[in-house]
């Protein structure tokens, strides 16, 4: 059975009311170049082993690069980083320009100024529909300078507000 266009909005509409953390996921591409993008759906897996989680749409402009490296660094985001994260969910061709980085596990570029960085070996990637589900066994990691958290809610990035 397939879902009615009312049932497709009522599911759009709630993700958009999920608020989520905002990260950048970069990979070493098939040509040594840097590759990334903005994710809101990075979650722990595992504590032990260390697991993370990305997913991604097999349409996106840089799933052949995911689809064919070794190693991935996932970045959580601060309210600081918002430019950075408009910048990786931009065009392709300049996301990388002006943005300070160093390579990382297996390459993979790890972006200065970042509120945490955790990367480490891609170990499985899931084919689902048209997307597809990412497994990194972290083995590398450093905490940065703290700051809000930077959010994703109803289309727009925000902070958290009071405590409730």
């Known amino acids: 059975m397939s879902a009615s266009p009312d049932d497709l909005d009522a599911f759009r509409q709630a993700f958009r009311r999920h608020a989520a953390g905002v990260a950048i996921v970069t990979v070493q591409g098939p040509d040594g170049a840097p590759e990334a993008f903005t994710a809101t759906s990075v979650a722990s897996l595992s504590a032990v082993p260390p697991l993370a989680t990305f997913n991604m749409a097999r349409s996106a402009s840089v799933w052949s690069a995911v689809a064919t490296a070794g190693h991935a660094v996932v970045h959580m985001l601060g309210a600081r980083n918002r ?10 061709e300049s996301r990388f320009d002006g943005v300070a980085w160093r390579p990382g596990p297996g390459g993979a570029p790890v ?32 905490i940065g300078e703290a700051d809000a958290p930077l959010l994703y809610h109803e289309r727009s990035y925000r902070a958290p507000g009071d405590v409730v």
Do not use: K
């Not at 430019?83 to 392709?92: D, F, I, N, S, T």
């Not at 480490?120 to 083995?139: K, T, Y």
């Open 83 to 92: 430019a950075l994260a408009e910048r990786m969910a931009g065009p392709r």
């Open 111 to 142: 972006l200065a100024g970042a509120t945490a960085w955790m990367g480490g070996r891609i170990l499985e990637r899931f084919e689902v529909h048209e997307s597809a589900l990412v497994v990194l066994r972290v083995d590398q990691g450093e």
